[in-house]
C-alpha cells in the first residue's frame, strides 16, 4: 500500500486550483443555447458558418466562465 508523504514544514500548499477543461462544447449545452436545426451541415458554406458560431459561443462562455470565476475553460 502507497502512502503520502506528509509536506515538510517550510513547503505548503496554499491553494490548489482545478480547472474542467473541455476540448469542443458539450453537446447538451449546445442544443440548450441553439435552436434545432441551426447547426445541420449541408455544405461547405453551412460547415464555416457553423465552426463560425461554435468559435462565438466558445468565447462567449470563457468569458463568463472567467468573469464568475467558474473552473471551466473550453479549449
Partial sequence: MKYIKPLEES???DKVEEILLYRDI???LLSDLLPKGSID????KDKERVSKLKK???DMLNTFWKKNNIPRKIK
Fill in 11 to 13: 513547503k505548503s500548499v
Fill in 56 to 58: 462565438q459561443i466558445k
Fill in 41 to 44: 451541415i449541408m455544405n461547405d
Fill in 26 to 28: 458539450p453537446g447538451d
